[in-house]
């Protein structure tokens, strides 16, 4: 396989784009990317769009031919790929996987959502399509109640209290004042957390990431054509499925997708854990901001929470994770997300992270979950000069 | 590059499938090209599902997490590849790059669609997602309109009657009678064809794929590892895009991205359209099955309808095409049509077509449309012992 870098970055603020439809906010980011690149658009020789429901919301599939149309990169090779909120991070090992066949040179990776101008009803049942239809969804359970099942699981298994599970909310809105890119860059306290609403019990409003749109692209390329101070080379990359539903799985406390995901990743990277410099993880809700810190390999099952409290994963703890803002505070727009959160492993790794720099940061982590679990891609970049 | 094989093939009947869910479908169809391969599901590496519908019609996306499961291959990178109608061939070309890559040993693609048990409007809306939302289907025109203007331009440009482009319709009902997973077996003739209602003028019923169920599968994997008898290479594996909509095109009478799509595939092949010996075309409706056979090489523009009149695309032939049905009457599963179009180059360089074998076929070309020429894959297998 051929060495795979990541060359330009490119990303629109999240928030309520009431005055961009989906193509534009895809064509801004793409096009920023390019730029970052110094690219032009007639260089690309494939592009993969990531996105979960712009057939039920927008009424539009075919995005690969829409979307290189309205780029102006006509003719090339293009399609959606679809993984649930995990389809940004998947798509992304698509994009790695043509470059390192060598079939392919340079490749765009887009994600784009778009939620806001949907009504709340219609904006359930699509989030809904990520879990079972057949066996699951006719109970009537929405997707942050299936989250509250694995919360209240959580805390009863490992005797963990709520205060330290919601302090991960607190945590991304304080990286999130510094991110000009976040949904909600207001800082927050935990006495606001666990008195806002319930959303499903016991996830309050403030545990849940935000409904909204956004998009994010990458350009990647052989290493061998890397240019600038900085190369950032993609180490290792994995995804990782598990059944789609929690009444099949062993312990709905363990995501079985990140343990096998990031291990693979791991391997590929020939790196641990501890290695790790900065990390941006898939916190949907608080309780899997903990989860995953552990089943990433960072923590014991049930000692998620000691990290939180103890301040390692901050700036110069043991794991800085969700330097700006996580899906809680950055936003979520769900086939974009985990792009966001590559492009923000990338300005660590480039030195460009401004407040929320980790100093001397190599090697990031970014992992990106579909479902309660059900699909994980974990991506590890390094800086190699 | 990995030099690519196809080690195995499964597939569903085409019909209204109204005892089985699209899981049922997909399962069964993947079960039937591990067994072809000898693999156990286990040995599986990765999975691509092509569907364009799932969210839509069925409520369900995430389809690379639930059907992994329901398949047994629990844990494996799986995702939905989606672009329209040309799903199956290009989510077969990701396939191929990930076997290619060296990343993947095993790796299954399957489609799947499942439309009948949606009401007609919702079916209409569904495919009509494959046009650009915003500017075209506004207007209230269908899929089945768009291409009637495609017809209607073709005749008046080329000066070709549609006694002559109709003949297609005959010629797939022809060949569907000795395949049993065709949609329809039964024989007709042109004047039935011409004396059906028109579905969107000069677009007669019985020159219009039909809506169904189905589901079909491949194994890829190293060439190395092939087994058997007969070994069938992936010779050439492109893709291509077009601007999403018609009024964007210099020439709605010529496919560019088939052009472009074909004719890298041939380099790739290092072949010519001489030296192809069979080919499954996407001909939706009778009009594309003309256009295609020019713009892949094997007529000039305005003289597809001369080689369907002199028998050439018969068993024999210079380019004997569609022998199972094409679109009209093996029928068209969205997602799965391009997969059972590549299974079906499979079984002739097998040289297990029965009836309609192609004696000594070594070279198969598939060609698979998404939207009206939007996004075109095409595929080329050699037979290499």
Known sequence: MRRVAILGVGLTEVKEHWDKSLRKL???????????????????????VANMSSGYLQGQEHLGSLLSTWLGAKGIPACKIEAA?????????QAFLAVASGLYDYVLVGGVEKMSDAITSDILTALMMADDQDYIAPTG???????????RYYMAKYRVRQEDIALMAVHDHEYAANNPYAQFRNRITLDQVLSSPLVADPIH??????????????ILGPLERSKGEVVVEVAGSSVATDNL???LREDITTMYATIKASREAYRMAKVEPKDVDVIEMHDAFTILGVINLEDLGFAEKGKGVELIKE???EIGGKVPSNLFGGLKARGHPVGATGL????????????????NQVEGAEIGLAQNVGGVGSTVSVNILRRVK
Chains 1, 2 share one sequence.
């Not at 895809?26 to 993969?48: C, H, P, S």
């Not at 909120?85 to 090992?93: E, K, N, R, T």
């Open 340 to 355: 966001y959160q590559l492009i923000e492993v990338v300005w660590q790794l480039r030195g460009e992270a401004g407040k």
């Open 26 to 48: 895809f064509v801004e980011a793409a096009t920023a990317a390019l730029k970052d690149a110094g690219l032009d658009v007639n260089q690309l020789d494939a592009m993969y």
């Open 245 to 247: 539903s929690l009444q």
């Open 141 to 151: 359970v929405t997707f942050v109640g299936l989250n509250a099942l694995v919360y």
């Open 311 to 313: 301040g390692e994963i």
């Open 85 to 93: 909120c995990a389809s940004g991070g998947v798509a992304f090992h």
């Open 205 to 218: 409003l403030l545990e849940s990431s935000p409904i909204g749109d956004g998009a994010a692209a990458l």
